[in-house]
């Protein structure tokens, strides 16, 4: 309910950022605004800068120029590895699970960021170890029964098809406790049927547990379904953002996706 209550917030802002490689212009002064308690999609053809933008929202890339602010506050002095504590958690195109581990012990990997106890702690098997121990399996076991993982929560990852190794990367990524939730591609491999599942959990990650999603994905019907706004990028430039609708309509997406030739047919 909190999310539904400050949706009119912004939880991400993104203003004027750039990003080069080289000769390459990867991202030119591309902004927009994420409203906490919403789905946004993140579109455009292949190289249109979508997962660059991603890298640095999770500060695998630098920018050039521009800001990035997440709740109000700079994101890009953030530290690489206190993304996940300050609350952005991430999927990504290709699984990076550890296939010999069950979903379960994938699941708590992510809880990581939310421990306390350090090495002497653990050494010394002192009580606030097993405390938290406790804590963090409790929280992974109700994240599989979320994600309807139940039936395979002891099971090797490795052995699981594409799919439901598709649910446990996103448990996994929801194990931080995340406010805002990057998803990178989650229907890439999906049939249509997991594809409409997929749907219904987005919204559902969003509506239950207040987290705010932003979508990078080539499936079309899956953004204009679960979006509340669409940002579409081409050659590293924001060509539209607005509703699904507007965004499906307007002329440079579809010159984009299409090209003039077949507009002006």
Known sequence: ????????????????????????????????????????????????????????????????????????????S??????????????FQNLALFGSMSVLDNVMVGRHCRTGTGFLANALRLPRVSAEARATEQRARELVSFMGLDDVAGIAVSQLPFATQKRVEMARALAADPRLLLLD?????????????????????????????LLVEHHMSLVMNVSDRVVALNFGRRIAEGTPAEVQAHPDVIEAYLGVAEVAA
Not at 78 to 91: E, F, N, S
Not at 197 to 202: G, Q, R, S, Y
């Open 78 to 91: 953030v530290p690489r590895h206190r993304i996940a504590a300050l609350g952005i958690g991430r999927t």
């Open 185 to 213: 591609e989650p229907a890439a491999g999906l049939n249509h049927e997991e594809v409409s599942a997929l749907d219904a959990l987005i919204r559902e990650v969003c509506d239950r547990l207040g987290v705010t999603v």
């Open 1 to 76: 309910m909190a999310a539904v209550a400050s949706a009119t917030a912004n939880l991400l802002e993104v203003r004027d950022v750039t990003v080069r490689f080289g000769g390459i212009t990867a991202l030119d002064q591309v902004s927009f605004d994420v409203a906490a308690g919403s789905v946004v999609g993140l579109i455009g053809p292949n190289g249109a800068g979508k997962t660059t933008l991603f890298n640095c929202l999770s500060r695998l890339y630098d920018c050039n120029e521009g800001r990035i602010d997440f709740d109000g506050k700079p994101l890009l």
